[in-house]
């Protein structure tokens, strides 16, 4: 069975200064996609950084990157130069296949909130 | 840029009560999903919706739940016999693609069933 685990329930940085969110995963399956959610107080899910299993490099969108680690099963999410906007609840998530032509099911760890102080 | 509408954003409902939850994805996706989210805790999968059929759903979603989609743009989640325990936050979800796309969320529905 697919799992995400990440282990800070909350995390505090200073405006300016880097962060990094732990998520580490299991599965078996060999192809597998690695995503990271930020969901602010107001309540809606914004896709931050995808990472697929056979990506070799590790992926950044701006201000986001993405710390993969296959062999120790770990994508750690890393925000720089953090800004006040940034505190929200960040999930990680996998994608997992099923059987049917539309299945795409994302199992979501349980999540870590960020708090950026001035 | 094109965004998964949801719609209300906020509905209270008494047990037992039919509710319907609507969504419009984005316009050329064609994979449709539901989720939900208790208070606090994660978010769970419920359906996938596909070619116009379930694709995939979770054992949450039993028999007291229903998705359509009855004219091409909107997406529906109905929950015929509301528990107490249906009470989450309910979001939308559509990708164009399979792999390597994004799911793109709505903003959510928050069900309060009392």
């Known amino acids: 069975a697919q799992k995400i685990t990440q282990t800070q329930p909350g995390m505090f940085v200073q405006e300016k200064e880097a962060v990094t969110l732990d998520c580490t995963y299991d599965?078996?399956?060999?192809?597998?996609?690695l995503f990271w959610y930020k969901q602010p107080s107001s309540g809606e899910m914004i896709f931050l950084i995808y990472q697929g299993s056979y990506d070799e490099q590790n992926a950044t969108e701006g201000r986001y990157s993405l710390n993969f680690q296959k062999a120790r099963k770990s994508a750690n999410l890393v925000i720089s130069a953090s800004q006040l906007g940034d505190s929200a609840m960040y999930f990680c998530?996998?994608?997992?296949?099923?059987?049917?032509?539309?299945?795409?099911?994302?199992?979501f760890g349980k999540g870590t909130k960020l708090s950026v102080i001035p | 840029e094109p965004e998964v509408t949801q719609t209300p954003s906020h509905q209270v409902t008494q047990m037992g009560q039919e509710v319907i939850l609507r969504c419009v994805p984005i316009s050329n996706h064609l994979y449709f999903y539901w989720y939900r989210q208790i208070l606090g805790q994660k978010v769970e999968f419920l359906v996938s919706f596909y070619n116009n059929e379930i694709s995939e759903k979770s054992e949450i979603f039993d028999d007291q739940f229903s998705v359509e989609r009855p004219d091409g743009s909107n997406f529906t989640l109905k929950i015929r016999s509301t528990k107490l325990e249906d009470s989450a936050m309910y979001f939308c979800?559509?990708?164009?693609?399979?792999?390597?796309?994004?799911?793109?969320f709505g903003n959510g529905t928050r069900l309060t069933v009392t």
């Open positions: 599965t078996s399956d060999q192809s597998y996609g």
């Open positions: 979800a559509s990708t164009r693609l399979q792999g390597h796309s994004p799911l793109h």
């Open positions: 998530a996998m994608r997992t296949g099923g059987s049917g032509a539309g299945s795409y099911q994302l199992t």
